[in-house]
């Protein structure tokens, strides 16, 4: 299967803790977009790349919040001093060159508990 | 911002019976796509429109790009069991330079046997 990866599925950790999250997008993707779904919600866009340019973040992202792509190929999203309001699915989705740009696979999530 | 209204949250039918969903929106989008959710996985994409009046069909499903482009349906004909699941539409408004989506909250199927 050469879908987007994620890495872990779920993460349980306690309030004050760093968490790192893994995203492999699909091969010769050149964008990648992380999101976060809470519960009865869809999901929000955080943040994407093209290549290794971070181009658009959301206010969503705060300074607790950081991603990298610093090959432009997989991409790390780092939540430093967790807070419970931070428990969510965490997505990460890519997209092919254009004309096809605009289409996003998804990855199967990181589920992340804050204790 | 952008705000999405996806009707309906949920609704139940029986198997074999065909199935109208919809979304809009308070702006202008260039791009819509449908995309389904099973629990704990992410959203898989179903069909993606690029253009207003746009009808297009992925076997049994059919979706439109409303002619106002603030609007989108989905249409689901002869359900199975299989297509249980959350249906979600969002929007892109490539015209800002953004390829972010704005999603809706979702429209729950339950298909009763």
């Known amino acids: 299967d050469t879908g987007v990866s994620q890495d872990p599925r779920h993460k349980i950790t306690k309030r004050g803790q760093n968490v790192t999250f893994r995203c492999d997008p699909i091969s010769e993707h050149n964008r990648l977009y992380w999101y976060r779904q809470t519960l009865g919600q869809g999901p929000e866009f955080l943040t994407y790349?093209?290549?290794?340019?971070?181009?658009?973040k959301s206010r969503l992202l705060s300074n607790r919040f950081s991603a990298e792509r610093p090959k432009g190929s997989f991409s790390t999203l780092e939540i430093q001093r967790t807070e419970q309001g931070d428990s969510a699915m965490y997505l990460c989705a890519s997209s092919p060159r254009d004309p096809r740009g605009y289409e996003q696979y998804f990855g199967p999530g990181t589920r992340l508990t804050v204790t | 911002g952008q705000q999405l209204n996806q009707s309906p949250q949920s609704m139940f039918i029986q198997e074999g019976e065909d199935v109208s969903m919809n979304c809009t929106s308070s702006?202008?989008?260039?791009?819509w796509l449908w995309y389904k959710q099973d629990p704990g996985e992410g959203p898989v994409l179903l069909i993606a429109?690029?253009?207003?009046?746009e009808l297009t069909s992925n076997g049994r499903l059919t979706a439109q790009f409303g002619i106002t482009r603030k609007d989108s349906f989905l249409n689901i004909s002869a359900s199975i069991p299989s297509d249980v699941g959350i249906y979600f539409c969002?929007?892109?408004?490539?015209?800002?330079?953004?390829?972010?989506?704005?999603f809706g909250k979702g429209t729950k199927l339950s298909v009763i046997p």
């Open positions: 429109l690029y253009k207003a009046g």
């Open positions: 969002a929007g892109q408004n490539s015209g800002a330079g953004s390829y972010q989506l704005t």
């Open positions: 702006s202008i989008f260039n791009t």
């Open positions: 790349f093209q290549n290794e340019a971070q181009l658009e």
